[in-house]
């Protein structure tokens, strides 16, 4: 089988002068712990990266799909947030919030102005998990009220509050973890109730957050929590409308709506710099991760003032949160997303994708949906179109590496 031909690019990777593959194997099965898992037959070892690519400890290039799971939002060792980086590092690398600097001031009115409505206090944490966590105490804070809604098919994250609100068995221990939570349908047009031709299917999804409402919570509850566009979830679009009318019932019972922008954020759906715009709505909390630091321990929970003060009924602290280094490539990011047109440039080459995946799914019976909004795109593989049934990730991914190859595409 031959693979297409990489374009050229002008970057030499440095030599390689450290352990090899089977040594850092055989420190990794010693030392790390074995839930921290790879994905190859044979593993695959990164050691540099530039732009869209990353280099093997031998020189090799591959193009970096993955993009460390969805978080190198402006590519590898961007000049820009490298320097800011290089810049703090040199100068001072950590104090706490308790002392003023300008890093989080500057990068906190920086990230605000992306912002619409009311949402302009910022709190930063170093995960996704830790803002979803975050963001529901303040939802429990402000209201009063404990109960969550949350979606089938989430992916939240693995802290003990955020394992609660996701919703795949996959991720969720046999510890307690969700009390308090319910998981509504997923609005999913694919494998659904309701499917792409039905044009009330958001209104119907959402109806199933008012069931919840009314009948597994006391009809008040603290938050409404999703993913605007659910990812770990295979790129979940939901049908129009849907959390217009989900968050009317959450508001109605006196709940907070928390957008999980984690994935969706940060100009990757093209149209929009916020996956939750593409349903019209403003939420009253977002959290956000992964892109935001292009691989830098960096998240946030972004509110309104109101909710934001909800938190200072106790004391709340985060060691690293908000540190001078994070904030600088925070910064730095959020300016080569601007500069460089990266949320347009996500609508150009995901519709180029999205053109290419479906004439894929033309010539293979495999391809059961292609969807997605600008670079969130989600290929649904099955055995057979009619049932859905999924098809195995060996053979699935065999027949599509097989067909790349024979088209080119
Ligand atoms: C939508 C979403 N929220 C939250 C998280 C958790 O983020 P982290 O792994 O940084 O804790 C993820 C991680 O994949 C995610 O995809």
Redesign the pocket.
């Known amino acids: 089988m031959k693979l297409p031909e990489l374009p050229p690019f002008n970057h030499t990777p440095q030599p390689y002068t450290g352990p090899s593959t089977d040594k850092v194997l055989a420190m990794r099965k010693a030392h790390v712990n074995p839930a921290i898992f790879h994905y190859y037959k044979e593993p695959l070892m990164i050691v540099e990266g530039r732009g869209q690519y990353v280099f093997d400890e031998k020189g090799r290039r591959y193009l970096d799909g993955f993009a460390g799971?969805?978080?190198v939002s402006v590519g590898h060792c961007h000049p820009h947030v490298v320097a800011a980086a290089n810049a703090q590092n040199e100068r001072l690398q950590h104090t706490t919030t308790i002392y003023l600097h300008p890093n989080l001031a500057e990068y906190a009115t920086a990230l605000a102005a992306k912002m619409p409505g009311d949402l302009k206090v910022c709190y930063f944490v170093?995960?996704?998990?830790?803002?979803?966590d975050l963001a529901i105490l303040m939802a429990r804070a402000c209201t009063g009220n404990y109960d969550v809604v949350a979606l089938r098919n989430?992916?939240?994250?693995?802290?003990p509050a955020?394992m609660g609100v996701?919703a795949h068995s996959t991720w969720k221990f046999n510890v307690p973890h969700s009390f308090g939570v319910h998981h509504a349908l997923a609005p999913d047009p694919y494998r659904g109730l309701w499917g792409h031709g039905d044009p009330d299917a958001g209104k119907k999804y959402a109806a199933d957050v008012a069931e919840l409402i009314a009948f597994a919570t006391p009809g008040k509850v603290a938050a409404y929590i999703a993913?605007s566009i659910?990812?770990?979830g295979g790129a979940v679009v939901y049908p129009e409308g849907y959390l217009r009318e989900a968050y009317g019932y959450v508001r109605a019972a006196g709940g907070l709506c928390i957008a999980?922008?984690?994935?969706?954020g940060f100009g990757r759906t093209g149209t929009h710099f916020w996956g939750f715009e593409t349903q019209g709505v403003i939420p009253d909390i977002v959290?956000m991760?992964?892109g935001i630091g292009n691989g830098a321990?960096l998240?946030a929970v972004v509110t309104t003032p109101t909710i934001a003060q909800a938190l200072t009924s106790r004391i709340h602290f985060n060691t690293f949160g908000g540190n001078p280094v994070c904030c600088a490539i925070g910064k730095a990011v959020l300016e080569v997303i601007d500069r460089e047109g990266l949320q347009a440039n996500s609508l150009k080459v995901g519709n180029q994708l999205l053109t290419g995946l479906r004439q894929l799914q033309e010539k293979h019976t495999i391809i059961g949906e292609v969807r997605g909004r600008g670079l969130m795109i989600g290929v649904e593989l099955v055995k057979d179109r009619v049932t859905k049934e999924p098809a195995k990730l060996d053979s699935a991914l065999d027949g599509v590496v097989d067909a790349v190859a024979r088209t080119g595409a």
């Open positions: 799971i969805v978080t170093n995960s996704g998990s830790e803002a979803n989430a992916y939240h994250g693995g802290s955020s996701t993913e659910q990812g770990v999980d922008e984690v994935q969706a959290t991760a992964k321990p998240a």
